[in-house]
Structures are given as structure tokens and as C-alpha cells.
């Protein structure tokens, strides 16, 4: 549902992603990649985030209009965006990897290999420390936004006493 929750925005799986108003029975507005996977929204409802083919695509939905267009090296299952606007979360299609990149530049951060399967869904946690992917082998995976720091279940634990 789109951030007012007057338009569900629904792909059909090959080019075309719809905002149907449900009350009017009608798509309100359309727009057309090439080889939609997925699409997720930011937190705030406003950013909507396409995996579609081999690039990553960000839709301002206030505006309507294209805020980034990245090119990858590989087929795009899933991408979302942290909350604060400076990372994406991008699943690959064929070699199940999770990649984090820069939000603004598209530069890959970080590589991550934990599913046996093809990554169908990613988000992120309200404050955007961590990331959930789930994957076709069933899996849902939780990862550090910022890999070694001290969160949730990572905890530091108090080295041993010396006897």
C-alpha cells in the first residue's frame, strides 16, 4: 500500500508496476521497467524500490519520478533502502548473494552468502541496524547494516576471567 494507503501497488511479474486506487476500481498510474522481480517500499512509505533485471531502480512516489537508476553485474531478485537513505539491500537472482550498497553512488559496501535459494524478500529494522532476506530454501536471515557492532543479539559478551 502506497504511504497514504490509497493506492496498492501491485507487479505483475514482468514490466509493469501499477498504483490501483481500489475505491475507483482503476489503476491510477503505471510504470514500466524491463523484468520486474520485486518491489518494496522505504519505511516512510515514500521511496519505492525495484529489482528489475540486472539494475536497481528508486521511484520518488510524492514526485512520481526516478531518484536512481543503478546497473549491476548480476540479476537483481530483490532491493530495499535502510531508513536513513544511505544503504540498499540488493538479493542476486542466480548466485543467492546479499549485497549492500552506497545509496547514492550504487557502490557495493558488502557481500554476504548465507541462503541456498534465490532471494525473494529483503527489509530493513525501523532504525536500520539490521536486515531480514528470506529465500526460497525457506530461510529467513537477520544481518548487521554495520557487521561487528554491538546490537540486538550481537552483544559483547565479557571475556573469561583469568583463574
Do not use: M
Request: hydrophobic share 45%; charged share 20%.
Amino acid at each position: 500500500w502506497s504511504r497514504a494507503r490509497s493506492l496498492l501497488i501491485a507487479a505483475d511479474g514482468a514490466r509493469t508496476i501499477n498504483f490501483v486506487d481500489p475505491r475507483a476500481r482503476a489503476v491510477a498510474k503505471s510504470l514500466d521497467l524491463p523484468a520486474i522481480a520485486n518491489v518494496s517500499l522505504s519505511a516512510d512509505g515514500r521511496l519505492l524500490a525495484c529489482a528489475a533485471g540486472r539494475r536497481i531502480c528508486l521511484w520518488d512516489l510524492d514526485a512520481f519520478k526516478p531518484v536512481k537508476d543503478f546497473a549491476v553485474d548480476y540479476d537483481v531478485s530483490v532491493a530495499a533502502v535502510n531508513p536513513a537513505r544511505t544503504r540498499i539491500v540488493a538479493g542476486g537472482r542466480a548466485d543467492l548473494l546479499i549485497r549492500s550498497c552506497d545509496f547514492e553512488t550504487g557502490a557495493q559496501l558488502d557481500v554476504h552468502k548465507g541462503h541456498h535459494g534465490p532471494v525473494h524478500d529483503a527489509c530493513f529494522s525501523p532504525d536500520g541496524h539490521i536486515y531480514a532476506t528470506g529465500s526460497e530454501d525457506g530461510t529467513v536471515r537477520l544481518w548487521q547494516t554495520a557487521p561487528g557492532s554491538e546490537y540486538g543479539l550481537w552483544q559483547l559478551k565479557p571475556a573469561a576471567a583469568a583463574s
